[in-house]
């Protein structure tokens, strides 16, 4: 059973809009949700995280959304950028922090000049 | 700094045969993982570690050992390999503690069992 789902395989947008990459979960113990990106070739890198006791988180061009109630979280990715052609994969743990996470399938992101 | 650095970068191995993956860090982090990747889907964690001497099983650790001798090193053992562990395999690490979940990960084993 699926955990933490990424609905979505692929998503293409233009450079400069808005891209928006959903993840769903199902299990309500998970209170610590994370974005990893992941070129080709490359290990996933870290970018973005948010706390169950939030429900938004901004670091830059990136921001997470938290809806607990629904079990969905949502990246923003606002100018999207050539650059940010990747595969995004949406991450959960349980209990905070352990780096024990359980990961959905990624989504590719293709953002067109 | 080299961050996570695993050897090889890939492998084919014969039905039975066994290999140990080899994963390096150089950030004095505490933690180290072990993650599997299926074509299509997430990354699943085998093994982990909080600190040298300390292992513990993950989500799918069946067909796996692992040792972790040193804070450095993180082997991952494969004994009887079979077409069922053809994956991409990824060593991680984190300093632990409120840092524990931001993950640095090395570029991956790809391992093909035939």
């Known amino acids: 059973d699926q955990q933490v789902k990424q609905n979505s395989p692929s998503l293409s947008v233009q450079e400069g809009r808005i891209s928006i990459l959903n993840c769903d979960y199902t299990?309500?113990?998970?209170?610590?949700f994370l974005w990893y990106k992941k070129y080709p070739a490359e290990g996933p890198t870290f970018l973005i995280s948010i706390s169950s006791i939030k429900d938004k988180n901004e670091d830059g061009r990136f921001t997470v959304f938290l809806n607990k109630s629904a079990k969905h979280l949502s990246l923003h990715i606002v100018p999207s950028q050539p650059g940010d052609s990747a595969v995004y994969f949406c991450?959960?743990?349980?209990?905070?922090?352990?780096?024990?996470?359980?990961f959905g399938q990624g989504t590719t992101l293709q953002v067109k000049p | 700094n080299a961050g996570v650095t695993q050897t090889p970068k890939f492998r084919i191995l014969k039905i039975g045969q066994s290999m140990t993956l080899q994963c390096a860090q150089d950030m004095n982090h505490n933690y180290m993982y072990w993650y599997r990747q299926d074509p299509g889907m997430g990354l699943k964690l085998i093994y982990y570690?909080?600190?040298?001497?300390?292992?513990d099983k993950g989500e799918v650790p069946n067909g796996y050992n692992v040792s972790r001798s040193t804070t450095e090193d993180f082997p991952l053992r494969l004994e009887l390999a079979a077409p069922s562990q053809t994956s991409v395999y990824f060593c991680?690490?984190?300093?632990?503690?409120?840092?524990?979940?931001?993950?640095?990960f090395g570029a991956g084993s790809r391992l093909t069992v035939l």
């Open positions: 991450a959960a743990s349980i209990r905070g922090n352990t780096g024990k996470l359980i």
């Open positions: 570690s909080v600190g040298a001497g300390i292992t």
């Open positions: 299990n309500s113990m998970f209170d610590y």
């Open positions: 991680a690490s984190s300093y632990g503690l409120e840092m524990a979940n931001v993950l640095t």
